[in-house]
């Protein structure tokens, strides 16, 4: 297991301050590890097993927790009196009004909250707006070059040629990368990304009666096979656009501009913004 040591620094950074960490970033990235690496951290570092509250969302043993009243009831019961208390929340999302249980933890004194999300209810867009007290995002991305090298003691050469063809999700990194594998395990991850995150948040947009703004999953596939071919290269909504319109495509700047929105804020894609401009 990889040590993420600048994502654990920034949680050591905000220990104890009252702001509500959040750590974001694509599906199997590493967040979870993260919290259990920064678990064991504290562990070292004098604080108690009885100060400390994880929940991972995705085991079936907290299937009840899911109804937030309950999961409000859980973790309060559970609060060491008189000390600080850590509460992980790893994948919230899956509790429906997790951010009432959230904000009203973060009130309580000797209370401090990590939580993850990495699925449509957690985008980077929508945090402001769901969880009304302070909070502090720390944007996770897969493993550099030098953690990549770390993992797979290859050479320099041969490790960075790897790293260009697989990319540096740690479970890709730690496997057996036969091209079949890899490709198979990568285009998993991003159908769920594509299929259920973005359509799923635009679902609830729409619930919320917010516009909705993805209703085209086959333009949003062909824009994201767009700007993958394009990596490091200028691009904007226009240039995009006119590729569409040039293969049959009719759509407008605008609902462009949405779409490549969404991709960037699922994690898929990131910007690099002009400097010169």
């Given amino acids: 297991m990889v040590e993420r040591k600048q994502y654990l620094q920034e949680l050591k950074q905000w220990k104890d301050d009252d702001v509500i960490k959040v750590v974001t970033g694509l599906r199997r990235c590493g967040k979870s590890t993260l919290l259990a690496q920064f678990q064991n951290w504290l562990l070292e570092n004098g604080i108690e097993n009885e100060q400390i509250i994880s929940i991972n969302f995705e085991e079936l043993e907290y299937e009840d927790l899911l109804d937030y009243k309950k999961l409000y009831a859980y973790i309060k019961e559970r609060l060491a009196e008189g000390k600080m208390t850590y509460i992980f929340l790893d994948e919230i999302q899956k509790v429906s009004d ?19 999300g990495s699925n449509a209810y957690m985008l980077s867009g929508d945090l402001a707006t769901l969880l009304t007290g302070r909070y502090v995002e720390i ?48 285009e998993g991850i991003y159908n769920t990304v594509i299929v259920r995150d973005i359509e799923d ?67 898929i894609f990131y910007s690099a913004q002009r400097y010169d401009v």
Avoid: H
């Fill in 98 to 116: 997790f951010e009432k249980v959230v904000d009203s933890l973060n009130v309580k004194p000797y209370v401090d909250i990590y939580i993850t």
């Fill in 201 to 267: 948040r635009q679902a609830r947009l729409e619930q919320d009666k917010k516009l909705r703004k993805i209703t085209d999953i086959s333009l949003l596939k062909s824009i994201a096979k767009y700007l993958a071919s394009t990596i490091g290269s200028p691009v904007s909504a226009k240039s995009i656009t006119d590729y569409l319109i040039s293969s049959g495509r009719k759509v407008s700047n605008t609902t462009v501009g949405d779409y490549a929105d969404a991709l960037t804020e699922a994690f």
């Fill in 139 to 186: 944007k996770m991305l897969p493993l550099s070059f030098a953690e990549f090298m770390e993992v797979t003691n290859l050479r320099k050469e041969d490790a960075f040629e790897e790293y260009l063809r697989c990319g540096g999700l740690p479970y890709v990194a730690t496997m057996n990368r036969t091209g079949e594998k890899v490709d198979t395990y990568l």
